[in-house]
């Protein structure tokens, strides 16, 4: 399988808080697909991948809020799963999509999921990569949890006038790798190019420090299943074998073969490839002949019946 050099552009959306960024590939109008990256990553996580997809498709990448290039949120708000399903919408409206598919990466891939079970009129295909969906919490934890996060945000609104440490762009490197070991050079350089902006004396990571803290909009295993049940678009879920998934806790693998089982009921495609967390960056020859097949049977062939 080949990739092809493709053109790329950059695009900018304006919200009522600043502008998301993001790039786009493909013809203006092909068949919209909206990918969405992981937590503390940025759009360029699908520099790689995109190349070796369908070409009637258009392809745009956005970098989330408080990511890349885009906008931080305001003062004093939290970042959280609904909040970035909202910015789907946003996004989306600016690009006048009224139905597309949604491909997301771990964060991303919970993002695209609650989006798809929101407004499951606007997609027809959604691809899951290493994530189950939605990140279902057992109800004793969710106070915990939820203090946690706003305990988080209060300290470091006492603090906030720190500045953000400055790094050469070799520890840049080393930083990244520290909290991706198996990321291969090649996609650290990749998630580097909007992941740092330059200062005097070097460079600081251009994400908001906001979105490491915990999460406060918690939801249960049957929330998630009631959400999961109002999809309609099919489901591609692709797992690495060294990925997310079995590094759960033994708990959370409890609440997820829940999820897994629905999807399978559903028909939905699972598939397990070999690779990490972020193996569609790493290795996309590795999950594009199912992503590619999955975008020719289950969304572009139907377009032609219709």
């Known amino acids: 399988m080949s990739s092809v050099k493709q053109e790329v552009s ?8 600043g502008e998301i960024r993001g790039k786009a590939w493909g013809p203006e109008h092909g068949h919209p697909v909206l990918c969405l990256h992981g937590w503390a990553d940025n759009c360029g996580s699908f520099n790689t991948l995109i190349p070796f997809l369908p070409k009637e498709c258009r392809y745009v990448a956005v970098d989330m809020p408080g990511h890349g290039l885009s906008s931080h949120r305001p003062p004093g708000v939290f970042y959280s799963f609904p909040e970035y399903a909202a910015d789907v919408r946003r996004v989306t409206e600016s690009l006048s999509w009224t139905k597309f598919s949604i491909m997301g990466h771990s964060m991303g891939g919970n993002i695209a999921v609650m989006f798809s ?8 295909g959604i691809i899951v990569l290493d994530v189950f969906g939605f990140v279902p919490t057992d109800p004793k934890e969710i106070p915990r949890i939820m203090r946690q996060g706003m305990d988080e945000m209060l300290k470091y609104e006492k603090k906030a006038e720190e500045k953000k440490r400055v790094y050469t762009y070799e520890k840049a490197v080393e930083r990244l790798l520290a909290a991706n070991p198996t990321l291969s050079e090649r996609s650290v350089q990749m998630l580097l190019e909007r992941g740092l902006t330059r200062v005097e004396g070097g460079f600081v990571f251009s994400r908001d420090l906001r979105v490491n803290f915990k999460n406060i909009e918690r939801i249960t295993l049957e929330q998630s299943l009631e959400m999961q049940s109002m999809i309609q678009a099919p489901v591609l879920l692709i797992l690495a074998d060294k990925g997310f998934g079995p590094a759960s806790r033994e708990s959370s693998q409890k609440l997820t ?5 629905v999807y399978q009921e559903r028909n939905d495609t699972v598939v397990s490839v070999p690779g990490s967390h972020h193996v569609h960056l790493d290795n996309p020859e590795v999950v594009a002949p199912f992503i590619c097949d999955f975008l020719q049977t289950k969304v572009l062939s139907q377009q032609v019946k219709a």
């Open 257 to 261: 073969s829940k999820l897994l089982q």
């Open 10 to 17: 950059e695009l900018s959306i304006p919200v009522p808080w």
């Open 117 to 124: 079970a929101l407004y499951p009129d606007m997609v027809d």
